[in-house]
């Protein structure tokens, strides 16, 4: 691990003095560095129109099942706000005849993950299902895209569902904007703010067949859970749900602050709430993705083994460390086969990401962009690569031209 990334490591701990630092070394490193716009066989799918093109989160495919129509997301604004007062446009591309129409709309967003716009499950094909604000409440609308009917308003936002399509999870996203504004909601305020560790319900099952919103556990629950002595006055939040291909358990970023001081541990759990499993407890866990029903792979820093990518396997102490070249941070994902891995980079010194694509263990960079200074900090555009359904192509978002775009490389 290089001097840059022990430094970095130590400054996750102190966010705020992480962003003044980061940006001060970086504006002199791009002073003195050589200057790319990309490189890549990089090919853009957005509209080359005025406005703000992206998709949203690593862990939901754009595509259809088909592979022709594509989900994209229009905003006026994607850089001076983290979650923006302006309307969203959601977007159906159709990459057969290029032409693009607008199908929705959203008043819930926010530049990192959009509103949750995904197909749902388990046909991936004419309907879809995204968050909204509507008569004071958050909710979330399943709609054909290509009739324009509503068929249904679920009382509550999602945030991860089944791929069945019969099942969702959601969380306190009026809490998350309060500690991680690039990934909740303005519009309704919180009502735990002055609460560290609320007895109340942060995570609930959603049956999307017939509306019905079950409470699941609570930020004591987590707070209780194996507790350490660093958790016993500090704030509590929990982030990044995300369902097992099957359905049937779900892992949660259980996250506490003391100070500026940040801890994270990965956490396993059944749908219905029970047999919690900590899977992963050494401080520092990231962004992760089930590549089997019971395998993760997650960016951490382990205690025994450094920052990098491990494989766990789920309700175990067992892992494997992968690519132990790479030490930085970004959104993995495997290949519908399971045979490559992508993942992406935050921009370095020289304000360059990178798309990287993982065979074994053998590296490729796909793809490099640019990222101006203007999209940073809570308002960056990372790459988030996702798969197509079929494995041949990954599509991303960049900035790379002066604006929010979605792009694709084929493999």
């Not at 980061?22 to 050589?34: A, E, F, H, N």
């Not at 890549?40 to 989160?57: A, D, K, L, W």
């Not at 904007?177 to 942060?202: F, H, Q, W």
């Not at 859970?225 to 099957?246: G, T, Y």
Request: charged share 25%; proline share 5%; hydrophobic share 35%.
């Amino acid at each position: 691990m290089s001097l840059e990334q022990k430094l970095n490591y130590q400054l996750n701990k102190y966010p705020a003095v992480k962003k003044i630092i980061k940006r001060v070394y970086q504006l002199g490193m791009y002073t003195i560095s050589p200057k790319i716009k990309s490189e890549g066989n990089i090919v853009r799918i957005s509209p080359n129109e005025q406005g703000e093109f992206f998709f949203g989160y690593y862990d939901k495919c754009p595509w259809d099942i088909t592979g022709r129509y594509m989900l994209c997301m229009k905003a006026k604004d994607t850089w001076s706000d983290v979650s923006p007062k302006d309307k969203l446009e959601i977007l159906l591309l159709d990459t057969l005849t290029n032409t693009v129409v607008t199908v929705a709309e959203s008043n819930s967003w926010n530049v990192q993950q959009g509103c949750m716009a995904q197909w749902l499950g388990p046909e991936f094909k004419e309907k879809i299902i995204y968050n909204d604000f509507r008569n004071g409440h958050y909710c979330s609308v399943i709609l054909n895209v290509f009739t324009g009917h509503e068929e249904r308003i679920i009382s509550v936002p999602i945030y991860t569902v089944a791929t069945d399509g019969k099942t969702a999870l959601t969380l306190d996203f009026s809490r998350l904007y309060r500690l991680r504004p690039g990934y909740g909601y303005y519009n309704v305020p919180e009502i735990t703010a002055t609460e560290r560790i609320p007895d109340k319900t942060c995570i609930w099952r959603i049956n999307l067949e017939n509306g019905n919103v079950t409470p699941l556990l609570k930020y004591t629950d987590f707070a209780n859970f194996e507790q350490r002595k660093d958790m016993v006055n500090a704030e509590h939040k929990v982030n990044h749900l995300m369902l097992s291909p099957n359905g049937k358990r779900f892992m949660v970023l259980h996250r506490w602050f003391e100070g500026q001081r940040k801890y994270t541990r990965l956490v396993t759990c059944n749908i219905d709430g029970t047999d919690m499993y900590n899977l992963s407890d050494d401080d520092m866990v990231s962004h992760c993705f089930w590549k089997s029903d019971d395998e993760i792979l997650a960016f951490e820093n382990k205690y025994n083994g450094g920052p990098g990518y491990y494989l766990m396997r789920d309700k175990t102490r067992e892992y494997t460390h992968f690519w132990p070249g790479i030490s930085g941070d970004g959104h993995p994902s495997y290949s519908p086969d399971g045979t490559l891995v992508v993942t992406d980079t935050y921009p370095d010194r020289e304000r360059i990401a990178a798309l990287k694509v993982m065979k074994g263990d053998d590296i490729k960079i796909v793809a490099k962009v640019f990222a101006p200074f203007k999209y940073d900090n809570d308002t960056r555009c990372d790459l988030h690569p996702r798969w197509s359904r079929d494995g041949k192509m990954i599509c991303f978002d960049s900035v790379f031209e002066g604006v929010r775009g979605l792009y694709i490389v084929k493999l």
